[in-house]
């Protein structure tokens, strides 16, 4: 796997439901290596939270996943996915291997117990079971996150600690036993802009420390542009195009990221709400066999498009596209 710190091959994710059955990742694939940023981007509902959800083995049991997950533990690979469902050895990966943030601190934060003995917890399962050097590692761990005078916020409770605190303890505790991958996903979405910028800056400066990979999930292309290296774009359920972050913005191809980007102007620009495209994201169940866009697409051409859903092909070094249209001929490429 070279440097990969994960590979996920053709992973599909099925839900049985009263109404039939969903299914909101179909044939998704990708790998992140050491110390890169790899961003998730797409619609509500086009399953990035599944997606990264099945790397941490956490989605609920109804989801039937399928696939390969392929983690690098010590140089050894090992399919997430064989593991048992909240067995041993997917837990001693979680939290240790590979951590998770999510958008709102307050919900991954127990209320009843201090911000200290949550993260200390953490160190106890994976580090160590003595309980003072547990304590000396999350103070550690505190500090390198901003989190000021920490020997007495550690016996503090959630409640006391602002938003954006919160986000920095979720961040440590996250990262105090060092994982091979973070995953945040709209990590900053609850916060206030300073604030925000100054947790994402917090993740680049960790991420270059501790040389981590990241998987970033949003929808906000403004952050994008500031994290990330690559871009995978998501759409009800697929990887409809792959590139480094410079080229998705500079040369999108796909009609669909050409729509997510309508209102971005630049690389580091200004950021705002961004859907210009008409429609939602409809329901993963029942589908056609052609192209999940179609029915959205302004460029679609009806002989092109016809045939079954387009996989995804490399029309430029590490920039991957699935469209019939011909990238070449595409209109509208950024300024
Ligand atoms: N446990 C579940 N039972 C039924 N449907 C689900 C379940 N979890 C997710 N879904 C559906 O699967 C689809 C993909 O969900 P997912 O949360 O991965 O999307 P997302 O792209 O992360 O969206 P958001 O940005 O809103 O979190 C959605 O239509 C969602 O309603």
Same mark, same amino acid.
């Given at each position: 796997m070279e440097n990969n710190v994960v590979l996920v091959e053709d992973l599909n994710i099925k839900i049985k439901m009263d109404e039939g059955t969903l =299914?909101?990742? +179909?044939g998704v694939s990708f790998e992140v290596h050491e110390n890169e940023t790899l961003g998730l981007v797409g619609e509500s509902g086009c399953g990035k939270s599944l997606t990264s959800k099945a790397i941490m083995g956490i989605n609920s049991k109804k989801c039937i996943t399928t696939g390969k997950i392929n983690f690098n533990i010590n140089g050894k690979t090992v399919n997430l996915l064989d593991l048992k469902f909240g067995g041993p050895e997917i837990r001693s990966i979680r939290g240790k291997s590979v951590s998770m943030i999510f958008q709102e601190p307050m919900s991954s934060f127990s209320p009843l117990f201090t911000i200290g003995h949550q993260i200390a917890e953490n160190v106890r399962l994976h580090i160590t079971k003595d309980k003072k050097q547990a304590k000396e590692i999350t103070i550690e761990a505190m500090k390198r996150v901003g989190i000021a005078n920490p020997e007495k916020r550690f016996n503090q409770y959630p409640h006391e600690f602002s938003g954006g605190m919160l986000q920095r303890a979720l961040i440590a505790m996250a990262l105090v036993c060092n994982p091979k991958m973070l995953i945040a996903d709209e990590p900053t979405t609850a916060l206030d802009v300073t604030i925000q910028a100054q947790i994402l800056e917090l993740m680049k400066q960790l991420q270059k420390e501790y040389k981590m990979a990241i998987l970033y999930i949003t929808h906000d292309l403004g952050t994008v542009a500031k994290m990330c290296d690559r871009v995978a774009v998501m759409y009800l359920g697929r990887i409809v195009e792959v590139a480094p972050v410079y080229d998705i913005f500079k040369n999108p191809l796909h009609p669909y990221t050409k729509g997510l980007l309508g209102s971005v102007h630049k690389i580091g620009g200004g950021h705002e709400r961004l859907f210009s495209i008409e429609g939602t994201v409809p329901l993963a169940m029942n589908l056609s066999n052609r192209c999940g866009f179609y029915e959205r697409c =302004?460029? +679609?051409?009806e002989n092109k498009c016809a045939g079954v859903e387009p996989c995804l092909r490399e029309v430029e070094k590490g920039h991957f596209v699935a469209c019939y249209l011909d990238p070449a001929a595409a209109p509208d490429k950024m300024e």
């Open positions: =299914t909101p990742v +179909r =302004t460029y +679609r051409d």
